[in-house]
C-alpha cells in the first residue's frame, strides 16, 4: 500500500491541528492543484475534523466570489506566492503551507535527496545542525573548514558556498530563496547571527569577525565584502530597510528602491559596536571608528567616525600588527605588490 511522503508524514504529526481550525473560521478548505499526496492530506484532516471540498488552481480562484482557505504542500515558490497575494493571501489566516524539512548533523560527504536539496562537503560536516525547508537548498563546503556549535537553516532554494579555510564558532545562519558566498580563510566568532532572505551576499577572503557579529541581506539588496576585512565585537550590517517606512505625502514605500546595497572594499577595518546600513559604500584601506553609525559613500584610505560617520583623517592605511613600524609597513607593501604581479 502506497505511504505519504515523508514530511507529509512529519507534517501530519507535528501540525497544530486547534490553531489550523481557528485560521480556517468556518472557510471553505481546498488543497491547491492536484497531488500526489491529496488523498493522505485529505484523510488526515478529516479524521480530525475538517472537511476538505477538493483540490483547486490559482486559475480557479481568481474565477471565485469568496476565497477558500487553502492547503498548499509546496516548497518556497515566489512566482505562486506573489499570484496568491495578489488574490488576498498573505499568511496563515488565508493558506497553511506544509514545507517539508529534515535536520541534518552528519554526512560522509555528499548528501541529496528527492527534493533536490544538496551538499557537496570536501572536508568533515561536523559542529553543525543543518535544516533544509522546502526544495533545491544547495551546501557547498570547501577543504579545511571547520565549525563548532553552527545552527543552519536554509529554506526554498537558498544557495551557501564556504570556500577552503573557512572557520566558526556558536553562531547562527538563516537563509532563504538566497545566494551567499564566502571566498574561505575567514573566521567568524562566537555568537554570530548571519540572515539572507532573497538576497545576494558575497564575502571575500581572509576576513575576520569577532564576537556577537551581525549581517543581515534583505529582499532585492546586495552586501558584498572585499578580501583581508576585519570587524570587532559586535559590529552589524544591514543591507536595507527590511520592514516598510511609507511617506504619506508622496505616498510611497521609502524602503522600495533600485540598486539598495552595502559596499564594503577590500582591507577595510570596522570598530567595535559600529553599524553599516544600506546605501552605504567603504572604500578600501579604510578604518571605522568605535560606535559609528555608517550610511553614506567614502573614499578609499580614510578614517570615518561618529553619527552618522564622517571623514575624520585622510591618506591613512591600517594593519591588524601592533607597533609596526613604517619600514616594516613599506616592505610588506612592496611583498604584496610582487606577489600581486606573480598572481597576475
Known amino acids: 500500500m502506497k505511504k505519504p511522503s515523508f514530511y507529509i508524514s512529519n507534517w501530519m504529526s507535528g501540525v497544530d491541528i486547534c490553531k489550523l481550525k481557528r485560521n480556517i473560521d468556518g472557510k471553505q478548505v481546498y488543497v491547491l492543484d492536484d497531488d500526489k499526496d491529496y488523498q493522505f492530506i485529505k ?10 471540498c477538493g483540490f483547486t488552481t490559482i486559475e480557479d480562484i481568481e474565477k471565485m466570489n469568496e476565497k477558500p482557505y487553502l492547503i498548499i504542500r509546496s516548497a518556497y515558490d515566489k512566482d505562486m506566492l506573489h499570484k496568491l497575494r495578489g488574490l488576498g493571501y498573505y499568511g496563515e489566516k488565508q493558506m497553511h503551507i506544509i514545507w517539508r524539512s529534515v535536520i541534518i548533523t ?17 572536508d568533515r560536516f561536523e559542529g553543525i545542525e543543518l535544516e533544509f525547508q522546502g526544495y533545491n ?3 557547498y563546503i570547501g577543504k579545511d573548514f571547520y565549525a563548532d556549535g553552527l545552527k543552519l537553516r536554509m529554506k526554498g532554494g537558498a544557495t551557501l558556498e564556504f570556500g577552503p579555510g573557512m572557520g566558526m564558532h556558536n553562531g547562527r545562519m538563516f537563509l532563504k530563496n538566497s545566494v551567499s558566498k564566502f571566498a574561505g580563510n575567514g573566521w567568524l566568532g562566537s555568537d554570530f547571527f548571519i540572515s539572507n532572505f532573497d538576497g545576494t551576499l558575497t564575502v571575500g577572503d581572509d576576513i575576520t569577525c569577532l564576537n556577537g557579529f551581525y549581517m543581515c541581506c534583505v529582499e532585492n539588496t546586495e552586501l558584498s565584502i572585499g578580501d583581508g576585512c576585519m570587524f570587532a565585537k559586535n559590529v552589524k550590517i544591514l543591507s536595507g530597510g527590511a520592514h516598510s517606512l511609507f511617506d504619506l505625502t508622496e505616498k510611497v514605500n521609502l524602503h522600495i528602491a533600485e540598486d539598495v546595497h552595502v559596499r564594503i572594499a577590500d582591507h577595510v577595518w570596522v570598530g567595535m559596536e559600529s553599524a553599516v546600513i544600506y546605501n552605504s559604500d567603504i572604500g578600501e584601506h579604510s578604518m571605522v571608528g568605535a560606535m559609528s553609525l555608517v550610511k553614506g559613500t567614502y573614499p578609499d584610505h580614510v578614517v570615518i567616525a561618529g553619527n552618522r560617520a564622517k571623514v575624520i583623517r585622510e591618506n591613512i592605511d591600517w594593519d591588524y600588527r601592533d607597533y609596526m613600524t613604517y619600514p616594516e609597513y613599506e616592505e610588506m607593501m612592496r611583498e604584496r605588490e610582487e606577489a600581486k604581479k606573480r598572481r597576475s
Open 137 to 139: 537548498n544547495k551546501l
Open 106 to 122: 552528519d554526512i560522509p560527504g555528499y548528501y541529496c535527496d528527492e527534493c533536490g536539496n544538496e551538499i557537496i562537503c570536501e
Open 43 to 52: 484523510d488526515f484532516l478529516n479524521e480530525n475534523g475538517i472537511d476538505i
